[in-house]
């Protein structure tokens, strides 16, 4: 089966550093998503994106995070000014159309630690 | 507001025995999708089972299936012959038309060997 690819797995940064978090959605995909889930706590949703523009963001997506899909293959979320509460584990997420479009893929995620 | 509540947040059952996890919802909508999501300690989120609202017949996938109850607002998930590899945490989430997943808190699944 085709996969969501997330790199790192792993991401340690100091506060107040800007990180970038790396996804590659399916191939023939055209929607792509970003959440978060705080350890022990509900995933949220981030952002969604659509012909290379974003369709919708919730509150939590504020001026220091941003995505890009700076090719055709990936997809990036970037957080500015990295603070203690976002630390998390980040879902990147794709979606294609018509009855692939059904069903949400999603990576196996990058655990960003800010210390 | 939509909002999918979970209301155990842990459950366990015997190896080999079947086990039953609730979740309710609330949506002024009438067409949307259902999920139920599987997370191991390695924190991947993994699809179990999906049910689309029109669809009145309840989805089945192996030793999982659903009983959904559409007025009720309820979702739950069988899991049956439970095993060791079963154990995880399951969220389940509801999605509505702006394909916005939204999530429960989760219910942590513990199974006895």
């Known amino acids: 089966e085709p996969e969501v690819t997330q790199t790192p797995s792993h991401q340690v940064t100091q506060m107040g550093q800007e990180v970038i978090l790396r996804c590659v959605p399916i191939s023939n995909h055209l929607y792509f998503y970003w959440y978060r889930q705080i350890l022990g706590q509900k995933v949220e949703f981030l952002v969604s994106f659509y012909n290379n523009e974003i369709s919708e963001k919730s509150e939590i997506f504020d001026d220091q995070f941003s995505v890009e899909r700076p090719d055709g293959s990936n997809f990036t979320l970037k957080i500015r000014s990295t603070k203690l509460e976002d630390s998390a584990m980040y879902f990147c997420a794709s979606r294609g159309m018509g009855a692939d479009g059904e069903k949400l893929f999603f990576g196996s995620g990058t655990q960003l630690s800010v210390l | 507001a939509q909002t999918v509540t979970q209301s155990q947040p842990e459950m366990s059952v015997q190896e080999a025995e079947t086990v039953t996890l609730s979740c309710t919802y609330d949506?002024?909508?009438?067409?949307?999708?259902l999920f139920w999501y599987k997370q191991p300690p390695s924190r991947q989120m993994i699809l179990v089972i999906r049910q689309e609202a029109y669809k009145q017949q309840n989805a089945t996938e192996n030793r999982f299936s659903v009983n959904f109850q559409k007025a009720a607002k309820s979702f739950s998930l069988k899991i049956s012959d439970s095993q060791l590899g079963d154990a995880a945490m399951y969220f389940c989430?509801?999605?509505?038309?702006?394909?916005?997943?939204?999530w429960g808190a989760g219910t942590k699944l513990i199974i006895k060997p």
């Open positions: 949506t002024s909508e009438s067409d949307y999708y």
């Open positions: 989430a509801y999605e509505p038309s702006n394909y916005q997943l939204i």
